[in-house]
């Protein structure tokens, strides 16, 4: 068990003949992701890394049985690969891997996810993970090992990090899911853990935030009240000064002082989750609650 | 990307928001003509994207032509928080009985724009947020739709806006939400919008932030951007150069690394363990060998800076490009300015090992190690300096 993906999902790729998705589709299928189709206007009856080709996402669906996306489209195009992705009904999850989508743009894909029943994971992530099964997304496959810890995190190279910690202490993955970094996202911290308390096969969550906005918070509310599956946090920025952007679009600790990195420990700590100071002792923390 | 008061007032005024008469001049000769020709009294506006300008002197009323000289000359050439002042915007002074604030914005909680109105305009609006919620209107508004005109009606009524000024209000509002969705702003405000005693509403200031990510499709806004002007310091200005997400920090332990929370965690682990980081350097995903290179030369050029700390976990970035840029960087010195310390994890990771010439560098296995490590160095070298002075 997982969640959102594993062994039977079937990925279209959105913008597989571009640089980014032909060598990450290789590197999919090359973890034994099963990748059925790629979708790119102009280019149907076109073959990448030996999957076919299609000029709509809708064609590739019916054609290819699909039930998950991968979207690699520049961030101008991205917007609007979303909502395509979003028309069709058997998708039940979108992947968007894009740095740089128009903020407005991602609002209103918001308004229309909120119409549907499908997960939208980013955009501006890494995608997600379940060891063994399926990789969506960029993530190197061979740091992750099977196992029965999840994790959830705003950023990339800081999830790889902590994977990097649990291996070390011989605890292995469920599902691991880079939600992003931008202001704007799809699935919340929140959804991703609801997801995860509902996973029989993972027996803990660690959840890695960050500064800037208040999902941190509104995940600390959400496992207070309803998880029992217990949960390690971590959040990186305790250093950052206010008013300057962080690399992410999304970690910046405003004027008013909203989003620093004391509010947000201060509300995991106080819904009993240790938050560690080090990656490692995240690790740590994690094998004690197991 | 923000657009100058003068800017985003020629922005607000072609849509239609009425705006004192003004002009922009670059010498006190320049200055004092525009106010000869808009006549007394005028504000002479330093023109630098600082917050807080009255208060640090860059603003000045003038009653005449040998005030408006003064208030230029004073002006033009001061260092407003680290910014050189080149250009004011002499403008009409409005005389006003009454500040009002209007500004839409994106709620990233609620993932939707939000128009807000106050009658409490003039002030810092944060500190009015902070303190008085309430006295701040708020209508969010769904992206689908835009703003129907009875939620900038409602969100002026709600704001308890005088009800001879509420139709005037609601179209500014209205005007100021369609600018906002139409150029991709991020913030757009005025405050304060000014009230006169025949009940004529200016907006006296103005703000527009543009989404940098939008500026490709926003030709005349990114026109607008002058090269260089949001870079505070050198280094700021060499980082915009290189492409690299860089901030500045006060401490003396240099930090490079890949990836905006990993880059974070390193800082946060600097300070952990008793150092102090110099500055956040994020190469981003799937760095060569020249931005590599172009990273140390940044951390190199900070003065401050005594020790590096070079945390590299590859994804797409891979460990031996890392490694070809080091080497390649410190190649070129006949003896390292700062000690580094690097640790490589990921893809590549142990063909980076190989390649990393370790009579230049110190190499970690584990981030805390590296940390730890980078830390010690640096506080050496702080003693050393210590002794010499």
């Given at each position: 068990m997982?969640?959102l993906?594993?062994d039977?999902?079937?990925?279209?790729v959105?913008?597989?003949?571009?640089?980014?998705?032909?060598?990450?589709?290789?590197?999919?299928i090359?973890?034994?992701?099963?990748v059925?189709?790629?979708?790119?206007?102009?280019?149907g009856g076109?073959?990448v890394?030996?999957?076919?080709?299609?000029d709509?996402?809708?064609?590739?669906?019916e054609?290819?049985d699909?039930d998950?996306s991968?979207?690699?489209?520049?961030?101008a195009f991205a917007?609007?690969?979303?909502?395509?992705a979003?028309?069709v009904?058997?998708l039940d999850?979108i992947?968007?891997i894009?740095?740089g989508i128009p903020?407005q743009?991602?609002?209103?894909?918001n308004?229309r996810?909120?119409?549907?029943?499908t997960?939208l994971?980013?955009?501006n992530?890494?995608?997600l993970?379940?060891p063994g099964e399926a990789?969506l997304?960029?993530?190197p496959?061979?740091?992750?090992s099977?196992?029965?810890?999840?994790?959830?995190?705003?950023?990339?190279?800081?999830?790889?990090?902590?994977?990097?910690?649990?291996t070390?202490?011989?605890?292995?993955?469920?599902?691991?899911?880079?939600?992003?970094?931008d202001?704007?996202i799809?699935t919340?911290?929140v959804?991703?853990?609801?997801?995860f308390?509902?996973?029989?096969?993972t027996?803990?969550?660690?959840m890695c935030?960050e500064?800037?906005?208040e999902?941190?918070?509104?995940?600390a509310?959400y496992?207070d009240?309803?998880?029992?599956?217990?949960?390690?946090?971590f959040?990186?920025g305790r250093?950052a000064p206010p008013?300057k952007?962080?690399g992410?679009?999304?970690?910046?600790?405003?004027g008013s002082?909203?989003g620093?990195a004391?509010?947000?420990i201060s509300?995991l700590?106080?819904a009993?989750v240790p938050?560690?100071?080090?990656?490692d002792?995240v690790a740590?923390?994690v094998e004690?609650?197991? | 990307?923000?657009?100058?008061?003068?800017q985003?007032?020629?922005?607000f005024?072609?849509?239609g928001i009425?705006t004192?008469?003004?002009?922009l001049?670059e010498?006190?000769d320049?200055?004092?003509?525009?106010?000869?020709s808009i006549g007394?009294p005028?504000a002479?506006?330093?023109?630098?994207h600082?917050g807080g300008?009255g208060k640090?002197?860059?603003?000045?009323?003038?009653?005449?032509?040998?005030e408006?000289?003064?208030a230029?000359?004073?002006?033009?050439?001061?260092d407003?928080k680290?910014f050189t002042v080149?250009r004011?915007?002499v403008e009409?002074?409005v005389d006003?009985?009454?500040?009002l604030y209007?500004g839409v914005?994106?709620?990233?909680?609620?993932?939707k724009?939000?128009?807000?109105?106050s009658?409490?305009g003039?002030v810092?609006?944060e500190?009015?947020?902070?303190?008085?919620?309430?006295?701040?209107a708020?209508e969010h508004?769904?992206?689908a739709?835009?703003?129907h005109?009875?939620?900038?009606r409602k969100?002026?009524?709600?704001?308890g806006?005088?009800?001879d000024?509420?139709?005037d209000v609601?179209?500014?509002l209205?005007?100021?939400y369609d600018?906002w969705d139409a150029?991709d702003?991020?913030?757009?405000?005025?405050?304060?919008?000014?009230?006169t005693?025949d009940d004529?509403?200016?907006?006296a200031d103005?703000v527009?932030?543009v989404?940098e990510?939008a500026l490709?499709?926003?030709?005349?806004l990114?026109e607008?951007?002058?090269?260089?002007?949001?870079?505070?310091?050198e280094?700021e200005?060499?980082?915009?150069?290189y492409g690299?997400?860089y901030v500045?920090l006060?401490?003396?332990v240099?930090?490079?690394?890949?990836?905006?929370?990993?880059?974070?965690?390193?800082?946060d682990l600097?300070?952990?363990y008793?150092?102090?980081?110099?500055n956040?350097l994020?190469?981003?995903?799937g760095?060569?060998?020249?931005?590599?290179?172009n990273?140390l030369?940044m951390?190199f050029s900070?003065?401050n800076?005594?020790a590096?700390v070079?945390?590299i976990?590859?994804g797409?970035t891979?460990?031996d490009e890392v490694?070809?840029?080091?080497?390649?960087?410190?190649?070129?010195?006949d003896e390292?300015?700062?000690?580094?310390?690097?640790?490589l994890?990921g893809?590549?990771?142990t063909?980076g090992?190989?390649?990393l010439?370790?009579d230049?560098?110190?190499v970690?296995?584990?981030?805390?190690?590296a940390?730890?490590?980078?830390?010690?160095?640096?506080g050496d070298?702080a003693d050393?300096?210590?002794v010499?002075?």
């Amino acid at each position: 068990m997982s969640v959102l993906v594993d062994d039977d999902t079937r990925v279209v790729v959105q913008g597989i003949t571009g640089g980014e998705g032909r060598f990450h589709t290789e590197q999919m299928i090359e973890y034994g992701t099963n990748v059925v189709a790629g979708a790119v206007p102009g280019k149907g009856g076109e073959e990448v890394a030996g999957v076919p080709v299609y000029d709509t996402v809708e064609g590739a669906v019916e054609a290819e049985d699909a039930d998950a996306s991968v979207v690699f489209v520049p961030p101008a195009f991205a917007g609007d690969a979303c909502f395509e992705a979003l028309g069709v009904d058997d998708l039940d999850l979108i992947v968007a891997i894009t740095e740089g989508i128009p903020t407005q743009d991602m609002a209103r894909v918001n308004r229309r996810l909120q119409e549907t029943d499908t997960y939208l994971v980013g955009p501006n992530c890494p995608g997600l993970i379940t060891p063994g099964e399926a990789k969506l997304g960029i993530l190197p496959g061979n740091i992750f090992s099977a196992g029965n810890v999840g994790l959830v995190s705003r950023s990339g190279t800081l999830t790889y990090q902590v994977v990097d910690n649990l291996t070390q202490r011989g605890l292995g993955q469920s599902t691991a899911i880079g939600i992003g970094g931008d202001p704007i996202i799809g699935t919340s911290f929140v959804e991703a853990l609801a997801l995860f308390e509902q996973d029989p096969a993972t027996d803990a969550v660690v959840m890695c935030g960050e500064i800037g906005g208040e999902d941190e918070e509104e995940a600390a509310e959400y496992i207070d009240e309803y998880m029992t599956t217990p949960v390690a946090g971590f959040i990186a920025g305790r250093t950052a000064p206010p008013g300057k952007r962080m690399g992410h679009a999304g970690a910046i600790v405003s004027g008013s002082g909203t989003g620093t990195a004391e509010s947000k420990i201060s509300a995991l700590e106080g819904a009993g989750v240790p938050v560690g100071d080090t990656p490692d002792e995240v690790a740590a923390n994690v094998e004690d609650l197991l | 990307m923000r657009l100058h008061e003068y800017q985003a007032k020629e922005v607000f005024s072609e849509a239609g928001i009425p705006t004192p008469a003004a002009e922009l001049a670059e010498s006190v000769d320049g200055a004092v003509e525009a106010a000869e020709s808009i006549g007394y009294p005028v504000a002479v506006k330093a023109q630098v994207h600082v917050g807080g300008r009255g208060k640090a002197g860059g603003i000045i009323l003038a009653d005449d032509a040998d005030e408006a000289r003064e208030a230029a000359e004073d002006i033009l050439g001061m260092d407003l928080k680290g910014f050189t002042v080149e250009r004011v915007l002499v403008e009409e002074a409005v005389d006003f009985v009454n500040e009002l604030y209007v500004g839409v914005t994106m709620d990233r909680g609620e993932g939707k724009p939000v128009a807000m109105v106050s009658t409490r305009g003039g002030v810092n609006i944060e500190e009015v947020a902070e303190e008085d919620p309430d006295a701040i209107a708020r209508e969010h508004v769904d992206p689908a739709f835009g703003m129907h005109p009875y939620q900038a009606r409602k969100a002026v009524y709600d704001a308890g806006v005088d009800r001879d000024l509420a139709r005037d209000v609601a179209s500014i509002l209205t005007t100021l939400y369609d600018l906002w969705d139409a150029k991709d702003g991020a913030d757009a405000e005025i405050n304060p919008l000014m009230v006169t005693a025949d009940d004529e509403v200016i907006a006296a200031d103005a703000v527009f932030n543009v989404d940098e990510d939008a500026l490709f499709r926003q030709p005349d806004l990114a026109e607008m951007e002058e090269e260089g002007e949001f870079s505070e310091t050198e280094l700021e200005r060499k980082a915009d150069e290189y492409g690299f997400d860089y901030v500045r920090l006060s401490g003396n332990v240099g930090i490079i690394g890949n990836g905006a929370g990993l880059v974070m965690t390193t800082l946060d682990l600097v300070d952990h363990y008793g150092g102090s980081p110099a500055n956040f350097l994020d190469v981003g995903g799937g760095a060569k060998a020249d931005r590599i290179a172009n990273a140390l030369d940044m951390v190199f050029s900070d003065e401050n800076v005594d020790a590096v700390v070079f945390n590299i976990f590859g994804g797409i970035t891979r460990g031996d490009e890392v490694a070809r840029g080091i080497n390649q960087a410190l190649g070129q010195f006949d003896e390292i300015p700062k000690p580094v310390v690097v640790r490589l994890a990921g893809t590549n990771a142990t063909e980076g090992m190989e390649i990393l010439n370790e009579d230049l560098v110190t190499v970690e296995q584990t981030l805390e190690d590296a940390v730890q490590r980078a830390v010690g160095y640096a506080g050496d070298a702080a003693d050393i300096e210590e002794v010499d002075q």
